[in-house]
C-alpha cells in the first residue's frame, strides 16, 4: 500500500519533468468546462442588469477578482482542482464581459469581434508554438506555458461568446437552436477524434472554442424570458444552480485526489 497523496510531487521522474499544472481532459472537465461557460453567460448578467451594476462597474470588478485569483494559481504550480477552476468561471465571465463591451458599449459588430478574436487566438497559438514547440495540455510545465495556456483560454471564452451572439441574436437562430448547433459541431470532433484520427491537440482546442457558445446559449435559453426565446428561469436561479453543480464536481475531484493511492 503506497502512502502517496495528490500533493507528493518528490518522485525523481516528477522532478525531472516538472508537475502538469492543467487537469487532464477527462468527462468531469468537460461537465465543469460547460457549467463554467453557462454561467460566465449569466453571471454577467446578473451583474450587470439585476444588481445594477452595470457593464462597465462590472467589468472592472471582475478583472480585478480575476486578477487575485490567476496571482494564486500561477503560485500553485501544479494542478490544485479549487483554484484552477475559480480561474476558469472567473475568465468566463470575463472573457463575456469582454465581448459585451465591445458590442454594448463600442457598437463593434459581433461579425468584427468574431474575426479579431480568431486573428488573436491564432496569433497566440503560433507563438507559443514557436517557443516551446508545443500546444499540449499534458506538457504545461513552466510558467510561460501556462501564460500562453490561460491566454488561449481567455480568448476562446471571448471568441465563443461573440460567436454565439452572432448565430443566436444576429441572425436570429435563436438560443435553443444555436445550442443544438454547436453540440453537433463538438459530437463531430468527437467522432472525427475517436474513429478518425483527428489530431488530439487540435480537437481539445475547437471543442475547447465550441463549449463556450453551448453553454452561453442554453444559459440563455434557461434565463431569458419567454418573450426573447428563453425559459424564463432568471439569471439568479441559473447562476446559482450551475455554480453548486461547479462546487460539487470540485469538491469530489479535490476528495479524489487526496485519496490514497493504492499499490
Known sequence: MSDATFADFDHPLQQAQGVNRVP???????LIKLMAVTM????ADFLAVNLGLGLGTTTILMTAVLIAAMIWQFRQKAYVPAYYWIAVVLISVVGT?????????????????TIGFTIALAATFAVWFALERTLSIHEVFTFRREAFYWLAILFTFALGTAVGDMIAETFSVGFAATGVLFGLIIASLALGYFALGLDGIWAFWLCY???RPL???FGDFLAQPAEFGGLGLGTIVTSFAFLAVIAATVAAMTLRRRAPIAG
Open 24 to 30: 487532464e481532459v477527462t468527462p468531469g472537465f468537460w
Open 40 to 43: 460566465g453567460e449569466t453571471a
Open 209 to 211: 472554442i465550441f463549449t
Open 97 to 113: 464581459l469582454i465581448t459585451d463591451n465591445m458590442t454594448d458599449a463600442l457598437g463593434i459588430p459581433l461579425l468584427t469581434s
Open 215 to 217: 453553454g452561453a446559449s
